[in-house]
């Protein structure tokens, strides 16, 4: 977050703020103007402030770990009321208590047991609900809007933009939680192998990965184009400049949606109506737009240069340049003083920043601490509380048991999600092996699991804690593990790769055939050899 800087520069350098130096152009430093105060705070004060307990990165990251965790065990809870809903109290009756007035739809099946109407796996509703939420939480980038916002159904000035927070306990904790890979490939698994009353169904297996990958690809593209639909409709002003930009894209002009409204719109000269500003101050940028037309075209060489000048100045709101691009200007005859002159103009009498570049919302460690605390405390009592041996007890215990290790299957994944683009053989290196990975190890988690409950269920029967464990860990753990929500979005942006499509389909055929092997293999040894 952009730091307030002092009201004067003597009080700065010796009070450790932060403000714009004072350089003047043709300084070794750089090109720059007069400095002038931007930003305005308290005076130092005079008492010693005590350490923070944990860096400012660790306190981030600790933050961050606490909502996904809480997350994750909110998409966990949904995902297993979609399957009662949908086909658990039809495969069980009686088992679960919230339904026993109510009418359950008849429509999921886990392969296990023979049932009227049961067309897909278990999952099925929870998979497609939870890619349609990631689609809804695209950015503009991925939507392709005219200006970088990170929720793109939001009006860009919305204080929940600036939530970073949320929006990845949302996407990954959340979305990554309420869908899952494991259930889905184990369910197939089991129908090939046929268990319980039922006879193989290798090609209602096959149905499955199709049906399953389709409908999710599906509800995911359905939550992008709802997403931009309701951005249009909120934010007029860009959805007539995104019209406007076609005609530019199709010139081979590069569009830099990191600046602001009137600079971006001003220098690609869209044809719409602009806010209005002092003909001498737009002289200035009509000057600086006039010198970089050339360079403003997809394929030049000195692009990516007069982006990181417009992002330097314009974006970050800095008023100097590196020497190195300094030079770069000037060689390509590029009015940087002009730029600077516009700068000047704009910014340097305002006493706050873009609020997009700022926090709205402070999220502090004690906060999201005691947030998850309480929780957990809820968990644990419900599961001392509720201890009963009836079926709806056994139900709700497996409920509450699986959202308490659903944070360790999210937390994994996102770790694991960091690993993405790093594979060592270059011909591979486009894959996700964060995610594939990810959700291997869930599937493997998963079918193990199941495999080995089939084998107990066979030689007598257990207490809770033994079942209740495995199926805590098979929905919770694995459940979170593994994601279609990330897969599909990965999924859809190599389709959208003008020059390597392909990569979709063949990532697609990856993970699925690499997770059904691994599975068939795991399950048939468990289940008949040993």
């Given at each position: 977050m952009a730091q307030d800087s002092s009201t004067d520069m003597e009080e700065a350098s010796s009070s450790n703020y932060h403000s714009l130096p004072e350089e003047?152009?043709?300084?070794?430093?750089?090109?720059?103007?007069?400095?002038?105060?931007?930003?305005?705070?308290?005076?130092?004060?005079?008492?010693?402030?005590?350490?923070?307990l944990f860096s400012a990165s660790l306190e981030a990251t600790l933050i961050t770990v606490c909502y996904m965790s809480l997350a994750s065990m909110l998409g966990s809870f949904l995902r297993i009321i979609l399957a009662q809903?949908?086909?658990?109290?039809?495969?069980?009756?009686?088992?679960?208590?919230?339904?026993?007035?109510?009418?359950?739809?008849?429509?999921?099946?886990?392969?296990?047991?023979?049932?009227?109407?049961?067309?897909?796996?278990?999952?099925?509703?929870?998979?497609?609900?939870?890619?349609?939420?990631?689609?809804?939480?695209?950015?503009?980038?991925?939507?392709?809007?005219?200006?970088?916002?990170?929720?793109?159904?939001?009006?860009?000035?919305?204080?929940?933009?600036q939530w970073d927070v949320i929006h990845l306990a949302i996407r990954t904790g959340f979305c990554g939680s309420l869908t899952t890979f494991s259930s889905w490939n184990s369910d197939m698994v089991v129908m090939m192998f046929g268990a319980g009353n039922t006879h193989s169904q290798v090609a209602r297996a096959v149905f499955g990965y199709l049906i399953g990958m389709e409908t999710s690809m599906g509800s995911f593209v359905f939550g992008s184009k709802?997403?931009?639909?309701?951005?249009?409709?909120?934010?007029?002003?860009?959805?007539?400049?995104?019209?406007?930009?076609?005609?530019r894209k199709e010139e081979g002009v590069y569009i830099h949606n990191q600046l602001p409204d009137f600079e971006r719109r001003f220098l690609l000269d869209l044809v719409m109506?602009?806010?209005?500003?002092?003909?001498?101050?737009v002289s200035q940028l009509e000057l600086w737009r006039q010198s970089t037309i050339e360079a403003r075209r997809v394929g030049n060489a000195n692009l990516s240069n007069l982006i990181d000048i417009e992002t330097c100045i314009l974006v970050h709101r800095e008023h100097l340049v590196s020497p190195e691009l300094e030079e770069i200007a000037q060689a390509n005859g590029w009015n940087l003083n002009a730029l600077l002159k516009w700068f000047q103009y704009k910014y340097a009498d305002q006493t706050t920043i873009d609020p997009l570049l700022m926090d709205a919302k402070k999220f502090t460690l004690k906060g999201a601490l005691l947030c998850l605390f309480v929780v957990y405390v809820l968990l644990f009592w419900g599961l001392a509380?509720?201890?009963s041996d009836d079926s709806y007890s056994i139900t709700y215990r497996t409920m509450i048991f699986a959202a308490i290790v659903a944070p360790s299957g999210a937390l994994l994944r996102w770790q694991l999600g960091k690993y993405n683009g790093t594979f060592r053989w270059e011909l591979w290196s486009w894959i996700p092996v964060g995610t594939l990975t990810a959700n291997i190890l869930g599937c493997i988690v998963s079918i193990v699991a199941i495999a080995t409950e089939l084998r107990l269920n066979q030689d007598g029967d257990?207490?809770?804690?033994?079942?209740?464990?495995?199926?805590?860990?098979?929905i919770g753990f694995a459940g979170s593990l593994t994601t279609v929500s990330t897969f599909v979005s990965e999924v859809s942006l190599f389709m959208k790769s003008p020059m390597l499509p392909y990569r979709a389909?063949?990532?697609i055929l990856l993970t699925l055939a690499s997770c059904n092997a691994i599975g068939t293999l795991l399950y048939a040894t468990i289940v008949y050899i040993i």
């Open positions: 003047t152009a043709g300084t070794k430093g750089g090109v720059g103007i007069e400095s002038r105060t931007l930003f305005h705070d308290e005076p130092a004060s005079v008492s010693v402030e005590q350490a923070p809903l949908f086909g658990e109290e039809c495969k069980n009756p009686g088992t679960v208590g919230w339904l026993a007035a109510a009418s359950p739809l008849c429509v999921t099946n886990d392969g296990v047991v023979s049932q009227v109407g049961g067309i897909v796996f278990a999952d099925f509703p929870a998979n497609m609900l939870g890619s349609f939420f990631m689609g809804m939480m695209l950015s503009g980038d991925r939507l392709l809007l005219p200006i970088s916002i990170p929720i793109a159904f939001l009006d860009k000035d919305h204080a929940f933009q709802v997403a931009w639909w309701i951005h249009r409709n909120i934010n007029p002003d860009l959805a007539k400049e995104a019209d406007a930009i076609i005609q109506e602009l806010e209005s500003h002092d003909e001498k101050a509380v509720i201890n257990f207490s809770f804690w033994v079942i209740g464990t495995l199926r805590a860990i098979k389909y063949l990532y």
